[in-house]
């Protein structure tokens, strides 16, 4: 007869089980996640066409682990990647929801191809909004540049900061264009900031506008008409031509009345469909006349040397918040100072000062 084991023994037993339990859990988690490449056969790997190794190094970009950040600018200063790569054109789509930018990016991205170019197509989408079915919406509006062997399709990171996408969508088009990606598609998702955003980090921002709407101007502040460089009225097909013609003519009227574009250039309003395909060469020409255009004036240098020193004052706050919030004291005099702020009792300028004061006098 089996003897009945001592609460002693059940004891051991069930430690040692769920230390099996986390074991395995371990082995799981690690094995989720691909053993590291060696850093230098992944730039290889990179340069040489993998799209894996491509992937791998835009999931990088996108952790926050200081890990991975650190193993991302090891990458980074590898593959040499700096903001001057001239050869590539870095572009940001904009629109409000629905206008159909994913279905314009499928034949605009197509024609690049045509011509000979390699297309990265990324987006930046800080709401966490977006469920699954919308990205799969994205992938079914994009169904033959996401098969296209010239071109790469990357969906938004989410659940980040638009700080972390943006900083995250600058590694990517780094990645992207070492990769040997030359035309890179920018598609903003979310509605909002992450407009001026894309507009930090592109050469070019294209504004989709829908037809019969310049009454209301849609719901697109007129601060992000500025920043357009190129508009283009979409949907201009079946009943809604005229609508899309008469709309287009409302912009040109108003752009007028807007402050001369940094980059000496006139900023073009023109219609299409992006579902008929009809304007699509056109928006490509348009894109083209700018890029010459910037290049002789010297726009595209000035314009990123001016992104690139942004994102540099930008990565620089960031790291030193980042820095500041390690220590417990730090976090617990900001804590104090943040309810101090919120009953009224201090000015927030007096308490940024006073918390920067702990900082620097107990580093
Ligand atoms: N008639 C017509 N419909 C279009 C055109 N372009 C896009 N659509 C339709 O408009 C709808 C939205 O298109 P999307 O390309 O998904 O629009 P989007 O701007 O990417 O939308 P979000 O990603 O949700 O912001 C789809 O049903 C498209 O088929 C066009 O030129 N003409
Ligand atoms: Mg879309």
Redesign the pocket.
Known sequence: MPQKASPKKNNERTKASSQEAIRKAKARILSAHEAPLETAQWVHDIQNGSRKALGQAITLAESRLPRDRDQLEELLDLLQSTSSNPKSWRMGIT????????????SFGAAWIEMGHRVAVLAVDPSSE?SGG?LL??QT?MEALTKNPMAFIRPSPSSQTLGGVTRATHESILLCEAAGFDRIIV?T?G?GQSETSVRQLTDAFIL?MLPGAGDDLQGIKRGIMEMADLILV?????P?ASQAEHAALQYRQAIHLFPPAQGGHEVLVQT?????QTGIMDACGAIQNLMHLWKDNLWMETQRSRQSTRQFNDHVRALLFEQSQISPQHQAAWERLQTQVERQQISAFAAARKWLNTVVSQP
């Open positions: 629109g409000v929801p629905g206008v159909g930018k994913s279905t314009f990016i499928e977006r919308s919406g994205d509006r598609e998702v509605v989709l979409n949907k201009c097909d079946g809604s299409m469909s992006a579902l008929k």
